[in-house]
């Protein structure tokens, strides 16, 4: 690993951006258009204006905010001997010596990096997800080089061809 390349982050690809962007413009300019319109022609009275207004307005602030946040943060920040995941509230840091493994899930047509990793209390520890808006490169691979690479194992145990176990001739 070449730390005179650390700390790499890594975001959105551009792609993802115009898409949880778009996402959130469906919803937030129709929103903004009602609040208009019961602002200035809809409303007969005062509380159909604060309901319609209210609403509209709320409906504009979920569109942006659920667009925003993924679009503008980065969604994992690589480090020498450790990995930092931004939340929204906050930032989870995972020592490298920490991840007992990792694996590359599909969900619902995302790709998710699961670490596993260890509490530091000899227990099971815990599974920390990663969605890839991102992609990957040689310094992301080379960082998580030497982490066992879970789906592989699992991968080598299915396909072993030598017979072991009860019943083996």
């Known amino acids: 690993m070449t730390s005179s390349r650390l700390p790499a982050s890594y975001g959105p690809t551009l792609r993802w951006k115009i898409i949880l962007g778009g996402l959130g413009l469906v919803v937030a300019i129709p929103a903004l258009a009602g609040a208009l319109?019961?602002?200035?022609?809809?409303?007969?009275?005062?509380?159909?204006?604060?309901?319609?207004?209210?609403?509209?307005?709320?409906?504009?602030?979920?569109?942006?905010?659920?667009?925003?946040?993924?679009?503008?943060?980065?969604s994992l920040i690589l480090n020498t001997g450790s990995l930092e995941v931004p939340g929204l509230f906050k930032?989870?840091?995972?020592?490298?010596?920490?991840?007992?493994?990792?694996?590359?899930?599909?969900?619902?047509?995302?790709?998710?990096?699961?670490?596993?990793?260890?509490?530091?209390?000899?227990?099971?520890?815990?599974?920390?997800?990663?969605?890839?808006?991102?992609?990957?490169?040689?310094?992301?691979?080379?960082?998580?080089?030497?982490?066992?690479?879970?789906d592989a194992q699992r991968y080598a145990w299915k396909t072993c061809s030598a017979p072991s176990g009860p019943g083996a001739s």
């Open 91 to 150: 930032t989870a840091v995972i020592d490298r010596g920490d991840i007992k493994g990792y694996r590359v899930l599909d969900v619902q047509g995302f790709k998710v990096l699961q670490l596993e990793c260890s509490d530091g209390k000899g227990g099971n520890g815990r599974k920390v997800q990663i969605t890839l808006l991102f992609q990957p490169d040689e310094i992301l691979e080379k960082w998580f080089k030497g982490i066992a690479d879970l």
């Open 37 to 74: 319109y019961f602002g200035f022609w809809g409303a007969e009275n005062t509380a159909q204006l604060v309901m319609g207004v209210g609403l509209c307005v709320l409906l504009f602030a979920v569109g942006l905010g659920c667009a925003l946040p993924p679009v503008l943060r980065k």
